[in-house]
């Protein structure tokens, strides 16, 4: 499978050597050498180039006609913001991930086989596919709403039955596994709520249709912090209080930008607001009391609290499982008592 390594710098390139097996046939370009290349076959691109360049977009419009065809076209991009992505997705990357990338990750990107094309019949029941385009799709998603487009709704609903199928079929224990190698950040945090959110719901006995609403729910919970500035979202280590506050404004921003959507439930738009909200009303953004509370959010709530508790990132070891739901028993008053009961069978993968 040959994939072809663009950069804009020879260090780049030097780096991308070292980090990309043979087995993977990878061919190194400099951008200002692509013009004219012909290539017969192309599975891959990997692109690190500084894309805020206007003589870098220019030469890349160029390679991108030769090398669009690839399946797969990787963007590397130093600028965390959610713009420089939308920017990538607009020059035709199907992946965007930020340098320095991890070399499992990129190695992982370009290895599997991706079905980026999913139909609901072909990839029930794959998680690396599943999670791959719903990832894929998050990442779109959060780039629309940063640049103020409007989302796709459909394609996030696709990913979320995609997420639904998979744990349905495999597991959670699969799905926690499968997402927590691939995937990081913020997209990492809104896979494992949603895959722990059907479980929950597969637990409880939820019926399917109502299990697929959960997912479409918890997949989109997170979509206000595309509005929120990525040194403070991927701040390593504790936040401090003017930096939680930025934060907390997530939840009443993704209902803002969401509400006039077309496509968009009334289920989602209260689960994207009031996923903080507790019992005993010290939640945010309303200070929602009891049952004033939607028994979908009360689910959701309990997800995503855990799913946050057993993330995976860089910078501090997962928790286990056990551990997490230990912190979810002592929340007492805030989340609904039985529910965390009966969540004991998911948490501890009973
Ligand atoms: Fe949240
Ligand atoms: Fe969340």
């Known amino acids: 499978m040959p994939v072809h390594v663009i950069a804009d710098r020879r260090d780049k390139l030097a780096t991308l050597r070292l980090v990309l097996p043979a087995r993977l046939e990878p061919h190194f370009h400099l951008l200002s050498d692509v013009r004219g290349m012909t290539t017969a076959q192309v599975d891959a691109v990997v692109i ?58 990129l190695i992982a990107q370009l290895s599997d086989q991706v079905a980026l ?35 796709d709704v459909t394609g996030m609903e696709e990913a979320a039955i995609a997420i639904a199928d998979s744990v349905m079929d495999d597991g959670l224990s699969n799905w926690l596994a499968t997402v927590r190698q691939h995937h990081e950040g913020t997209y990492q945090h809104c896979l494992l709520v949603a895959g722990i959110a059907v479980d929950f719901g597969v637990s409880l006995g ?15 919970h997170d979509i206000g912090k595309a509005c929120i500035p990525l040194d403070v979202l991927d701040k390593p280590g504790k936040l401090d209080p003017e930096e939680r506050a930025v934060i907390e404004t997530h939840s009443s921003l993704g209902h803002f930008v969401l509400k006039d959507t077309p496509g968009i439930s009334a289920e989602v738009l209260g689960a994207v607001r009031h996923h903080h909200e507790f019992l005993d009303g010290s939640g945010y953004p309303d200070g929602l009391v009891g049952d ?37 028993l002592k929340m007492r008053g805030k989340l609904e008592a039985p529910l965390v009961a009966a969540f004991r069978q998911v948490a501890l993968g009973q």
């Open 206 to 220: 939820v019926p399917s249709a109502d299990i697929r609403r959960l997912a479409v729910a918890a997949t989109f």
């Open 117 to 151: 094309n999913w139909s609901p019949s072909s990839a029930a029941g794959d998680a690396i596919s599943a999670a791959s385009l719903a990832s894929a799709r998050l990442s779109k998603a959060f780039a629309a709403v940063a640049s103020g487009m409007n989302i």
């Open 48 to 105: 690190a180039v500084d894309i805020r360049m206007v003589e870098n977009i220019a030469a890349l419009k160029d390679a991108m006609r030769q090398l669009g065809r690839a399946e797969r076209r990787i963007f590397l991009i130093s600028d965390r913001s959610h713009v420089a992505q939308a920017q990538a997705y607009a020059l035709g990357a199907t992946r965007v991930l930020h340098d320095p990338v991890s070399p499992a990750l």
């Open 292 to 328: 004033s509370i939607p028994d979908i959010v009360r689910l959701l709530t309990i997800s995503d609290i855990f799913g946050a508790l057993i993330e995976d990132r860089r910078y501090k070891a997962p928790m286990s499982r056990k551990d997490a739901y230990e912190i979810l």
